[in-house]
């Protein structure tokens, strides 16, 4: 039956179902057509709910997912951190909030580098998302130089507007974790079918700014400082090993709050 305590409700079904032993195959050639979101305001309106409702459902499936007679001890492992999916936006704010000031202290406390150059190695994960997307993309697209350079370009942007909705998201998961109830609002559809059809002056559009677009344009400007940083500390002209991340960063907040602004009218 279907469960109206979280948000992602086709979520919740399917776990619920794998707790009762069914069986699942993926039918990878079966196309569900929809319309993606066309506007932000409606890109935050999925991306809330989705992350928000994964976060609800770790809280709800954790103590079922572990005490489960009929689940692998790999498959409540493969469980749980998939429920945890969502909590990454939480971790990347962290993460990037902290580096620039982390940037300055590698700077002023040489005998601290040690450390750094050992947490460098996490990088690594970014590096294992890279090379899986990448197999996915080659098989839909092929290989060679051409796909290769277009898929670094999407890459790039894609991730850099993943971390952009970072602070967005990182509040749905938060809410999620502890509970907080909220009405499931559906991802607005503007009926586009053609380059030519319009989404201005549709009713679902939000006239109103959220104090989280302010909080993203801030955000964009001290990732801009952070990308300043490595120019100006230290003594050996400088520390770039971060400057990618701030870049990046720099351009996913400042993406999400131009398109904020102008995606109202």
Known sequence: NWSGDTLTEDLDLSYRAQLKNWKFKYLEDVETPSELPVVISAARSQQFRWNKGGAENFRKMLGRIIKSKVMPFKTKVHGILHLLNSTMFLNVLIVAVLSIPMLYIKNEYAHLKVYFYVMSFFV??????????????????????????????????????????????????LEGH??????????????????????????????????????????????????????????????????????????GFGYVFFKSLTSRA
């Open 124 to 173: 690594v994960s970014t590096v294992i998302f890279f090379i899986c997307y990448w197999f996915m993309y080659k098989r839909i697209y092929g290989s060679g130089v051409k796909n290769f350079v277009n898929y670094l370009v999407m890459f790039f942007v894609f991730f850099s507007i993943a971390m952009g909705f970072s602070l967005h998201n990182s509040i749905a998961v």
């Open 178 to 251: 502890i509970g907080k109830r909220s009405d499931f609002i559906r991802t607005p559809k503007f009926n586009i079918n053609s380059l030519t059809d319009s989404w201005k002056g549709n009713k679902y559009l939000r006239k109103k700014l959220s104090a989280n677009v302010i909080l993203e344009g801030l955000l964009m400007l001290y990732f801009a400082f952070g990308m300043y940083s490595a120019f100006i500390v230290g003594d050996q002209g400088g520390d770039f090993g971060l400057f990618p991340f701030h870049l990046m960063l720099f351009c």
